[in-house]
């Protein structure tokens, strides 16, 4: 919360790397200590950043927080459908910032780390792009097994397009 007072509107990517669930990112507290920080919470101090174009929840099994980050305004999320193994999620965030300061934009870094993934990985490691669509009031889920999605808010689309400022 600090750091979000401290730069407040100048947060453009909001990246988490660490343990997690549906409802949950763990943070540290402390020298050694965790704790655990509730996604409702978090998604409103998220939605109130101006500048804020994508949410990156590099952690296990995380989709499930898509949906409360887009109804508190924020355009975008990569987040995680299943557990991940600890060296590919850190391999997929590589690629995906080595496009973004190769001036990729967010949807085509998301693509190079997804097809670094297929290459390493094979087929069964699938990564999708899905937009935040709901019929009858059921949200659409990412098929079994597929690690990362890109989840686009319906209000978003314009964050795929966004791209590192050149100096």
């Known amino acids: ?22 409802t949950h990112l763990q943070l540290e507290a402390g020298v050694g200590k965790a704790q655990m920080a509730d996604a409702t919470g978090l998604a409103q101090l998220l939605g109130q950043q101006k500048a804020l174009q994508l949410v990156f ?3 296990c099994a995380t989709h499930d927080q898509v949906e409360k980050l887009f109804s508190c305004g924020v355009k975008a999320v990569i987040a995680t459908a299943v557990p991940i193994n600890d060296e590919m999620a850190t391999e997929f965030a590589e ?73």
């Open 1 to 22: 919360f600090d750091l979000f007072n401290r730069y407040a509107d100048r947060i453009a990517i909001f990246h988490y790397g660490g343990h997690a669930n549906g």
């Open 95 to 167: 690629q995906f910032y080595h496009a973004l300061a190769n001036k990729a934009n967010i949807q085509k870094a998301f693509q190079t780390a997804k097809a670094f993934v297929t290459t390493r990985y094979g087929k069964e490691k699938e990564v999708g792009e899905f937009r935040a669509v709901s019929w009858a009031g059921k949200k659409e889920s990412p098929p079994a097994g597929v690690p990362w999605g890109l989840y686009v808010n319906a209000n978003g689309e314009e964050a795929l397009a966004w791209k590192l400022p050149e100096a």
């Open 57 to 59: 929840l590099n952690g």
